[in-house]
């Protein structure tokens, strides 16, 4: 048995290798293609400005002008009560969040990649009026985090990108 696991083992990297895996930070990978090369559209609010921050951390800042891609992003976010007691007060709170994405050619103009991701958060409202907002303004960080998260994720596995 434990032969079966190291022939295994050994044949795993070729068997990869056949079906066209590529490492995204791989020269040519779908990450080292976007890396630096592409301009997000202006933050207009709060939530599309942590997106913007976020999007840019992984994508790395480019010049609108030198940039190969532009990324138009419309975000949105929703607070809807979770938890309320029987006295009628909302103890516990969701965001849900929903961002649409195009990631267009600067040269051509062209749609290479599209989409639109969605994901949710909560956050408590137990505590001080003060406690409540500093959660709320962390619940809508960490859901910009895990919306851009999501879109870097969809541009990697773009099979477009990878040249």
């Known amino acids: 048995m434990s032969s079966f696991d190291r022939r295994t083992l050994l044949l795993m990297p070729l068997a990869i290798a056949a079906c066209g895996?590529?490492?995204?930070?791989?020269?040519g990978g779908a990450g080292s293609?976007?890396?630096g090369k592409v301009a997000v559209s202006a933050p207009n609010t709060v939530d599309s400005y942590l997106l913007v921050q976020n999007l840019e951390q992984r994508l790395g800042r480019s010049a609108t002008s030198g940039s190969d891609y532009n990324l138009d992003v419309q975000v949105s976010a929703v607070v809807r009560g979770?938890?309320?007691?029987?006295?009628?007060?909302?103890?516990r709170y969701t965001i849900d969040g929903r961002a649409d994405y195009s990631l267009k050619s600067a040269e051509t103009g062209q749609i290479v990649a599209s989409g639109t991701v969605t994901d949710f958060?909560?956050?408590s409202a137990a505590g001080s009026t003060?406690?409540?907002?500093a959660d709320e303004r962390d619940a809508k960080d960490r859901l910009m985090t895990?919306?851009?998260?999501?879109?870097v994720?969809?541009?990697?596995?773009?099979?477009?990108?990878a040249t």
């Open 130 to 133: 003060v406690s409540t907002l």
């Open 21 to 27: 895996f590529q490492p995204v930070y791989a020269p």
């Open 146 to 151: 895990i919306l851009a998260d999501q879109i």
């Open 33 to 35: 293609n976007l890396y």
């Open 153 to 161: 994720t969809q541009l990697y596995a773009n099979p477009g990108l």
């Open 82 to 91: 979770a938890a309320i007691t029987p006295t009628n007060e909302t103890t």
């Open 121 to 123: 958060v909560a956050y």
